[in-house]
């Protein structure tokens, strides 16, 4: 029996979430990851630190192995179980620890719900009046930044690739168009020709790795080559929840079950991801400030202390 079946209640939840959530542009998978596991705390039929433990345990490798985007999911687990676990656990009964993680938990999902706000409140003051901006693909927290500067009165034109490996920037687009953000899909393989005429570039990320590049949808990296090429500010908005302790150098560097999502994927089957190295980057708009791509593995310690 796989991990992902003994923990059914878990990986349903997320599914479930994922597919209901009321809100037009939804939540982090991150963040859903994240309410599935307190759920689990709360409901578990543990009756041992060990016992709840391995159910922990169990239910984030089932969270890994549901989703595609096994970047986010992993480090927003991994600093949600390191967050509720940092108070003194020592010598107070099982209910009674039982109880203090799960108010843990909830401090910590209130603070990681919160993120958006930050970063959207944070970046927009780098978004001037009449800015044309290329983004890539989709992305939750750039359409939040987006939405933030608009409601400031600032008016926005954007191109958006159109994704080609899943049409996501399809989606992008109608999302903007709620808001009467003019917006534009253009080829993947165009982003050279209207790089000209663009003031900005603004992505999202999968994750943000400890040299403060990035991991995100494929031609992301290419994307940035570009920028840099034409002298464009290339900006990154992420919440700190994406910060991953991981140093990869090169493309090769990138674990192949984050860089390929389908269940047959290797080295012989077309990447979802690329990696971006910190030298075609900017600024990185998070929820803990605006941040240089040199800063991250500052911020990375204090997270993981």
């Known amino acids: 029996m796989e991990e992902h079946e003994k923990v059914p209640g878990v990986v349903q939840h997320f599914n479930d979430t994922m597919k209901n ?7 982090s998978t991150a963040v859903v990851a994240i309410q599935s596991l307190l759920k689990l705390i709360k409901e578990s039929k543990a009756e041992t630190v060990a016992g709840l433990t391995d159910d922990i345990k169990k239910a984030t490798e089932a969270l890994i192995k549901a989703t595609p985007n096994t970047v986010s999911v992993s480090s ?7 967050f509720i676990t940092l108070t003194s656990l020592d010598r107070i009964g099982f209910q009674e620890l039982k109880k203090r993680l799960i108010e843990r938990g909830n401090l910590y999902l209130k603070q990681v719900e919160m993120s958006r706000g930050k970063i959207a409140a944070a970046g927009s003051p780098f978004i001037r009046d009449e800015t044309t901006i290329l983004i890539h693909s989709r992305s939750r927290v750039v359409l939040c930044l987006l939405r933030e500067a608009v409601s400031r009165g600032k008016r926005l034109k954007v191109f958006i690739t159109a994704s080609a490996i899943d049409d996501s920037g399809m989606e992008m687009q109608r999302m903007l168009g709620q808001d009467k953000v003019h917006s534009k899909i253009i080829l993947d393989s165009a ?42 500010p290339f900006y990154v908005v992420a919440e700190s929840f994406k910060f991953v302790r991981m140093f990869p150098l090169k493309q090769d560097d990138l674990p192949n079950q984050e860089k390929y999502t389908t269940i047959d994927s290797g080295p012989d089957k077309h990447p979802s991801l690329d990696y ?17 791509p040199s800063a991250v593995s500052d911020e990375l310690i204090k997270l993981y202390m």
């Open 191 to 232: 982003v050279g020709f209207i790089m000209e005429k663009v003031d900005v570039v603004m992505v999202g990320a999968d994750g943000v790795s400890e040299s403060g590049g990035i991991i995100n949808k494929i031609g992301t990296f290419q994307i940035a080559v570009m920028a840099k090429a034409f002298n464009k």
């Open 21 to 27: 959530d009321p809100q037009v542009i939804g939540p």
């Open 276 to 292: 971006t190295p910190p030298q075609y980057i900017t600024l990185l708009f998070t929820d803990l400030g605006v941040l240089t």
């Open 76 to 82: 927003g687990c991994e600093l949600f179980l390191r």
